[in-house]
């Protein structure tokens, strides 16, 4: 039973350097998703704005309007969640 304990003491910090370097990748990441936030801000306004142009051309059908509004709606989800976790 002592010699398990021993192995264990002795193979821990072994896995905490493992997960460690996880967790330095990951925040890697997570800070050029922070440097490029304006970027990624930019380019779904863009997407917005050009949905947006769509629905005010005249002469769309129904079904037209309703196919656009379909792509808007996952960005304005997306919104909400955001907004819920930021108020």
Same mark, same amino acid.
């Given at each position: 039973?002592?010699? @398990? &304990? ?18 330095? +990748?990951?925040? +890697? =990441?997570?800070?050029?998703? !922070?440097?490029?936030?304006?970027? %990624? ?5 863009? %997407? !917005? ?20 509004? /379909?792509?808007?709606?996952? /960005? @304005?989800?997306? !919104? &909400? =969640? ?6």
């Amino acid at each position: 039973m002592m010699r @398990i &304990l021993i192995l264990i003491i002795m193979l821990l910090p072994c896995s905490l350097g493992m997960y460690a370097s996880a967790i330095d +990748s990951l925040l +890697s =990441v997570l800070d050029k998703t !922070i440097v490029m936030r304006r970027q %990624y801000e930019e380019e779904k306004e863009r %997407y !917005i704005s050009l949905i947006k142009d769509e629905l005010k051309q005249g002469r769309l059908t129904d079904m037209e309007r309703y196919l656009i509004q /379909n792509r808007l709606l996952p /960005n @304005i989800i997306l !919104i &909400l =969640v955001i907004l819920h976790y930021i108020i």
